[in-house]
């Protein structure tokens, strides 16, 4: 038991460090532009999230954690926070990339009234920016690459949403079941 707690203990503290791997948003953005065929929503899209990093980890109960910018049409409107809490089969810690694009006004809308939530079936597209790296998709497909810039993935949107993750480091066995929490604070004029 004594471990277990000093386990949940240090993926909490991954959690909140994530925000020190935090990369810039421009570069963020500029990864999710290069990787396949998450660069065609930014064109198509109403508006998006990013988070540059995101922390999570867990051993049986696990936790995440990420702050992000929202855009409506390519222009910085607020601030969001994601957090996360899963129970199940799970064991580890990983810091990833996040972006949820909204496909309309009411997807956008809907996301950015306060308190949002994905459940179980929402599905994220992972890019895999090289045959090493292991990474698990959720109904949805994603192939190795030799880079970023060319990876080549399989998206479309859902309910008006589309997410996709780029593993940025660590190892992460999860079996869970688990929904991101989001909340929204528009930008202080």
Same mark, same amino acid.
């Given at each position: ?7 949940? /203990?240090? *993926? +909490? %503290? %991954? ?15 500029? %990864? ?6 998450? =660069?065609?929503? #930014? ?10 990093t995101?922390?999570?980890?867990? %051993?049986?109960?696990?936790?995440a @954690?990420?702050s992000? @910018?929202?855009?409506? @049409?390519?222009k ?8 996360? $809490? ?8 990983? +810091?990833y =990339?996040?972006?949820? #694009? ?8 809907? #996301?950015?009234?306060?308190? #949002?939530?994905?459940?179980?079936? /929402?599905?994220? /597209?992972?890019i895999?920016? =090289?045959?090493?790296?292991? $990474? &698990?998709?959720?109904?949805?497909? *994603? ?11 399989? &998206? ?6 589309? $997410? ?18 989001? =909340?929204?604070?528009?930008? +202080?004029?």
């Amino acid at each position: 038991m004594k471990r277990a707690v000093e386990f949940l /203990v240090g *993926a +909490a %503290l %991954l959690c909140w460090a994530a925000a020190g791997w935090a990369g810039s948003y421009s570069d963020t953005e500029t %990864l999710f532009k290069n990787a396949g065929e998450s =660069s065609a929503f #930014f064109q198509s899209s109403y508006g998006y999230a990013v988070f540059p990093t995101i922390g999570k980890g867990g %051993l049986v109960v696990g936790g995440a @954690h990420g702050s992000g @910018h929202v855009y409506m @049409h390519g222009k910085y409107v607020g601030n969001t926070s994601m957090n996360q $809490v899963s129970v199940g089969f799970q064991a580890g810690g990983q +810091a990833y =990339s996040q972006i949820i #694009f909204f496909e309309d006004k009411r997807a956008f809308d809907e #996301f950015t009234r306060g308190d #949002f939530e994905f459940g179980a079936d /929402v599905n994220a /597209v992972a890019i895999t920016a =090289s045959a090493g790296a292991g $990474v &698990g998709t959720t109904g949805a497909s *994603a192939e190795a690459s030799g880079g970023m810039k060319d990876a080549r993935t399989a &998206g479309k949107y859902y309910k008006g949403i589309a $997410v996709f993750t780029i593993v940025k480091g660590g190892a992460m066995y999860q079996a869970a079941v688990a929904g991101q929490k989001f =909340s929204y604070k528009p930008r +202080a004029s």
